[in-house]
């Protein structure tokens, strides 16, 4: 059953002449309708943000963590509900569905803590001739206000992680939902609301691309937080001014299992890391490098694992692989499968669709060129191929645009420390699927993957400047 929603824009709640029907991927039912913000509702927004930065950068830090603080517990109260809400807009399986709001949850706890320590620090000064008799600190403050761009694979916890750590820094923010799964979002500004949010701080705009844009060219605001693909997060970055941005973009995780790994935790990891959220995750395994002496075993044990993940409805509690977000998102990724296999490619298992569903599919004999590996196929597709030297693993992996999160399978400390060293990500996960993220980290990537990191703690530094007071103690 459809409900009907407004949206929260500059304090109030309102409607627009034009509405957006967002659609269940599963079955194509309408689960919501919700308003496209107009210009003129853009404008207001802006407007209050700006304005409502005069009260947040003075709220306290106790005022910033209660705050944070009380929308965690609110969003534990109404933990089904949202997770339902994901099920039914995004086609995301309960069961990830309510992790992902456990981890909203704890996305600001965790920022209600940071909110108490944004601080700063004693320079010491003396340390040459001409800075004896000075004193100097630093504190930093808030920047002001703030974009959030969401995508629609995490719509909640991505959500959460650009408005906690803007309410513990002491910004305001405007908040584009993701267009395909806005809903998740309108419920977290109503349970912030209920927490304390300074309601003019904080406004949500379902819109499109031809009203959002001219916000990220507008210099009132200070930052821009995007989470999306590469293609869009780069042209955004290209028009927006001398603010400051935070990309966290695509990748095509690389996972390497060297011939000393525990093999069956190495293909039960890869097959959760590849098919969960049938594969529309930045950090999704996509390549797997096996060594040659367990390679025709790993691919067995990929095949009946992938093969024992029941396809189907996301609210259904037995599902393990749901929809893609759309349709027309299966058919690129079959399309791709299809293209690989003309080019030599042999389909393992999977190669299957209905409607939104794909079948998780393991593809061996790829090449690097091939879309299903040098580019995001973001679907429920992984791709295996063996290797005989280490090292050389590695800089497969490397050979790639992306550079977001990989994993490496191995007991060999030596390894361990090359790959640290060597691998051209932002994150290397050992002896565990590159899928893996606690909230707290230092998340992003390099090359096309992104620029900064997110995570409370790393995303309020983006929100704060660094402001020096030197004391001249000597007059």
């Known amino acids: 059953m459809s409900a009907d929603y407004k949206l929260p824009v500059a304090g109030e709640m309102v409607e627009s002449g034009d509405v957006d029907e967002v659609v269940n991927p599963y079955n194509g039912q309408v689960v919501g309708r919700v308003p496209l913000a107009t210009p003129e509702q853009r404008e207001a927004a802006v407007a209050a943000a700006v304005q409502a930065f005069e009260e947040t950068r003075t709220l306290s830090r106790v005022e910033r963590a209660g705050i944070c603080h009380a929308i965690g517990i609110g969003i534990g109260k109404r933990r089904r509900e949202l997770a339902e809400t994901m099920a039914l807009e995004c086609g995301k399986p309960i069961k990830p569905a309510e992790i992902e709001v456990d981890r909203a949850g704890a996305t600001f706890a965790m920022a209600a803590e940071e909110a108490k320590r944004v601080g700063g620090e004693i320079v010491p000064v003396d340390v040459v001739p001409w800075g004896e008799g000075y004193t100097a600190q630093y504190h930093r403050f808030p920047i002001g206000p703030v974009l959030g761009i969401v995508p629609f694979n995490f719509p909640l916890n991505l959500a959460a992680h650009k408005l906690a750590p803007s309410i513990a820094a002491g910004c305001s923010m405007v908040m584009k939902p993701p267009q395909q799964a806005p809903i998740a979002v309108l419920k977290l500004a109503e349970i912030a609301y209920e927490a304390g949010v300074p309601p ?112 189907g409805d996301p609210l259904d509690e037995a599902s393990d692989v749901g929809p893609l977000i759309e349709e027309g998102h299966a058919e690129r990724v079959m399309s791709w499968i299809a293209e690989a296999e003309a080019g030599g490619a042999r389909v393992l298992t999977g190669n299957r669709r209905d409607g939104a569903l794909v079948w998780p599919t393991v593809l061996a004999d790829t090449a690097f060129d091939m879309k299903v590996e040098c580019e995001e196929i973001f679907g429920p597709v992984v791709t295996v191929r063996p290797y005989d030297d280490f090292k050389a693993a590695v800089q497969i992996v490397n050979d790639s645009v992306y550079g977001l999160q990989s994993g490496i399978f191995t007991h060999d400390i030596r390894l361990i420390d090359y790959a640290y060293a060597n691998l051209e990500v932002g994150g290397v996960v050992v002896n565990d699927m590159p899928t893996f993220r606690i909230d707290n980290m230092p ?33």
Not at 265 to 274: D, P, Q, Y
Not at 282 to 302: K, M, N, P, W, Y
Not at 450 to 472: F, Q
């Open 443 to 475: 998340y992003g990537g390099v090359k096309s993957s992104g620029l900064g990191r997110e995570g409370p703690r790393s995303s309020i530094e983006d929100m704060t400047e660094v402001k020096m007071l030197i004391v001249n103690r000597r007059h």
């Open 200 to 311: 003019k701080s904080f406004s949500v705009l379902h819109s499109t691309v031809e009203v959002a844009e001219p916000m990220v060219r507008d210099d009132r605001f200070k930052l821009l937080s995007f989470t999306g693909s590469a293609p869009v997060g780069w042209h955004l970055k290209s028009i927006a001014g001398k603010k400051r941005v935070v990309l966290e973009l695509g990748g095509n995780a690389g996972a390497i299992v060297h011939s000393d790994a525990d093999l069956d935790w190495a293909t039960t990891r890869v097959a959760a890391g590849g098919y969960g959220y049938a594969g529309q995750s930045c950090i999704s395994v996509q390549r797997v490098l096996i060594h040659r002496t367990l390679f025709d075993e790993f691919c067995a044990g990929l095949i009946e694992r992938s093969e024992a993940l029941k396809v």
